[in-house]
């Protein structure tokens, strides 16, 4: 079974703050999508990385894959209330589905 | 680009009765498409992955008689609830993919159903 490990499952920061969530496994994928969820909705696509080592920016979001492709990392500059929110990293098995994290809620404060 | 539509979006039933949840892909055909439920501040729990034309394949635990899923078209799957109980209360999302490929998922706004 393939496992991604969120870390750290929940995050109080204050607006302003950056933050760095991480996503982890032992397997290697060979594409990892990050969403985030708020309450009552469904997941929305932010990123997908695919290249060892790439980075990916979405405005304020910072977007990293591993250099071997086995873990991730997302981190927020200058986090703002609309941040707030269930951020999720899944992981392409290769076998027609993906592998969800456990998620990391984030609360960010005015 | 890339909207999927859940309906109902909530639903209440009694027990017993059956639900059916339909999810559609609006812009975009959808090669597969995925169900899934959510516990409140958990993350996503695959149930059945969907080909259009084929029969679902369930993920282990999940009862493929109680729920019921139909991927009639390239742009609608439904899953339906059947005998609901109250342990069934829950988030049910779907989720599709073949915009860019089986990676991305494009997912529905989700269906809270509550079984009284």
């Known amino acids: 079974t393939q496992l991604l490990e969120q870390s750290p499952q929940f995050l109080s920061i204050q607006e302003g703050e950056n933050l760095t969530v991480y996503c982890n496994s032992s397997?290697?994928?060979?594409?990892l999508q990050w969403y985030r969820q708020e309450p009552g909705e469904g997941p929305v696509l932010l990123v997908t990385v695919v290249t060892g080592g790439e980075v990916k920016k979405l405005k304020r979001l910072t977007f990293q894959f591993g250099d071997a492709r086995k873990d991730s990392s997302l981190h927020i500059t200058a986090a703002q209330p609309g941040d707030t929110g269930l951020y999720l990293c899944?992981?392409?098995?290769?076998?027609?589905?993906?592998?969800f994290g456990d998620g990391t809620t984030l609360t960010v404060k005015p | 680009g890339a909207v999927v539509s859940q309906h109902p979006s909530r639903v209440i039933c009694k027990s017993g009765t059956s639900v059916k949840i339909e999810c559609r892909s609006l812009d975009f055909q959808a090669t597969t498409m995925f169900w899934y439920r959510q516990f409140p501040k958990k993350s996503l729990m695959l149930m059945a992955t969907s080909n259009e034309g084929s029969k679902a394949t369930y993920e282990q635990g999940v009862e493929k008689d109680k729920f019921l899923i139909n991927h009639a078209s390239l742009t609608l799957s439904t899953l339906t609830v059947t005998s609901a109980h109250p342990e069934d209360s829950s988030f049910y999302i779907c989720?599709?993919?073949?915009?860019?490929?089986?990676?991305?998922?494009?997912f529905g706004p989700g269906t809270r159903l509550t079984v009284t």
């Open positions: 397997s290697v994928f060979s594409s």
């Open positions: 899944a992981g392409d098995t290769n076998a027609g589905k993906s592998t």
């Open positions: 989720s599709a993919a073949g915009v860019r490929g089986i990676n991305e998922q494009y």
